[in-house]
C-alpha cells in the first residue's frame, strides 16, 4: 500500500478530534510536484522548509499536549480510582463489580488511546522522511538528511516517556483486571466489550501500520523507525476483546 493510502486510512481509523493534527502529505506532496515544475530555486526551497517546520511544530504541540494529558489521567486519575475502590468496597458487594468494570474499560480505552499516541509519533515521521525523499529525488536537494536530523531531536518524536506510560498501563491491566474478571458476569464482560471495541480496534489497527511502517519502509537505514515494541500478546488476548485484524 503506497504511503498516502496508509496515511489516508489511519487518520479514519483515528480518534476524531486528531484528524487535523496529522501531517498534510497530500499539500506538500503536491508543492513538491509544482515546485520540481516550476522554480526549484532557494527561494522555493526556504518556502518548502517553512512549510515543514510549520508541521513538525504542529506535532510537537499535540504530542506533548496529549503526552501531559496521559500523564494526570494514569498516574493521578485511573491509580487514584482503583485506590478508592480498593479502599472503600469489598469484593462482595455489588458496588464493586460495577465499578471495576468501569474502571477496567477506561482503562482499555487509555491503553488504546495511547498506543494510537506512539503510532501518531512513527507515521508523521515517516511522512517526513518519504516527501523529504521526494523532494530530493525530483529537484536534486539535499535536504532530507539535515532536517531529518533536527526532527531526530524533536519532542514528538521522543516516545520514551508515552512508551513507559503504555507498559505501567499494561501492569495496570495485570493487577486490576483479574479482580474484575472474578466479578463481573459474563452477560457484563460481552456489554463491557461491546463498548470498548472502537478505541480497541483503532489501537489494534494502529499497531498494525507501526509494523508495516518498520517492516516494508524504504527508508530504512540510520534515520529509520526505533524497533517496536508490542504490547504482550497474553495480556492483549486477556481483554477478550474480538478484533477484525489479527494480532501477530
Request: overall charge neutral; some cysteine; hydrophobic content about 40%.
Amino acid at each position: 500500500m503506497k504511503f498516502g493510502k496508509r496515511l489516508k486510512r489511519q487518520i479514519e481509523e483515528s480518534l476524531p478530534e486528531w484528524r487535523d493534527k496529522f501531517l498534510s502529505y497530500k499539500d506538500l506532496k503536491k508543492l513538491v510536484r509544482l515546485i520540481s515544475t516550476t522554480d526549484a530555486s532557494p527561494q522555493a526551497e526556504g518556502e518548502f522548509v517553512s512549510l515543514l517546520d510549520a508541521e513538525v511544530e504542529k506535532f510537537n504541540a499535540f504530542f506533548m499536549e496529549q503526552e501531559e494529558e496521559f500523564v494526570i489521567r494514569q498516574r493521578q486519575e485511573l491509580q487514584e480510582r482503583i485506590r478508592r475502590a480498593a479502599e472503600s468496597l469489598r469484593p462482595s458487594e455489588a458496588g464493586y463489580a460495577a465499578e471495576m468494570g468501569r474502571i477496567r474499560k477506561d482503562i482499555v480505552n487509555f491503553h488504546g488511546e495511547m498506543v494510537l499516541l506512539v503510532n501518531y509519533s512513527s507515521i508523521n515521521y515517516t511522512g517526513l522522511a518519504k516527501i523529504l525523499k521526494k523532494y530530493d529525488k525530483r529537484t536534486g536537494g539535499l535536504l532530507r538528511l539535515p532536517f531529518i536530523e533536527t526532527v531526530l531531536k524533536q519532542p514528538f518524536f521522543t516516545t520514551e516517556l508515552i512508551s513507559r506510560l503504555v507498559k505501567e498501563c499494561e501492569i495496570m491491566m495485570e493487577a486490576v483486571f483479574p479482580a474484575a474478571e472474578e466479578q463481573v458476569e459474563r452477560r457484563e464482560r460481552e456489554a463491557l466489550a461491546m463498548a470498548e471495541q472502537s478505541i480497541f480496534r483503532n489501537a489494534v489497527a494502529a499497531l498494525i501500520t507501526m509494523q508495516e511502517l518498520r517492516k516494508g519502509s524504504s527508508t530504512y537505514g540510520h534515520f529509520s523507525l526505533p524497533p517496536l515494541i508490542l504490547p504482550d500478546p497474553d495480556l492483549l488476548q486477556s481483554l477478550q476483546i474480538p478484533s477484525p485484524i489479527p494480532i501477530q
